[in-house]
């Protein structure tokens, strides 16, 4: 209940509440707001002019954060995690090949240099 305890309506001047905000007014402001939202960096900046409007954006930012948060993040980073391990494997055997060769290399300069 204490979510909606507001009115939407300034009961003084018998107007709606100015509720217009930059970070929803086109398409691409609205994706580059929720990415912004989803690594709450910009977090009050974001939801509380539409909070203030309706009260009902408070259930859409809860699904949006849990969902984004637990879910597209964790997958984002499994993902980011499977193609690094994959370089960094591949990165580690060039390591050890080049130093095995480097290992003979001088392996053989130091036995023609004995004789």
Do not use: W
Not at 87 to 109: D, G, H, I
Request: proline share 3%; glycine share 4%.
């Amino acid at each position: 209940m204490c979510v909606f305890n507001k009115p939407n309506r300034d009961l003084t001047k018998n107007s709606v509440v100015n509720t217009t905000t930059t970070a929803f007014t086109d398409f691409y402001d609205t994706l580059f707001s929720l990415l912004v939202l989803l690594t709450t960096t910009n977090h009050p900046d974001i939801l509380i002019p539409p909070y203030n409007g309706n009260r009902g954006t408070a259930i859409f930012s809860i699904v949006y954060l849990g969902v984004g948060l637990y879910v597209l993040l964790n997958i984002l980073t499994a993902a980011v995690y499977s193609e690094f391990s994959g370089y960094l494997m591949s990165s580690v055997q060039t390591r050890l090949m080049r130093r095995r060769v480097a290992t003979r290399a001088a392996f053989e300069v130091l036995k023609y240099e004995h004789k």
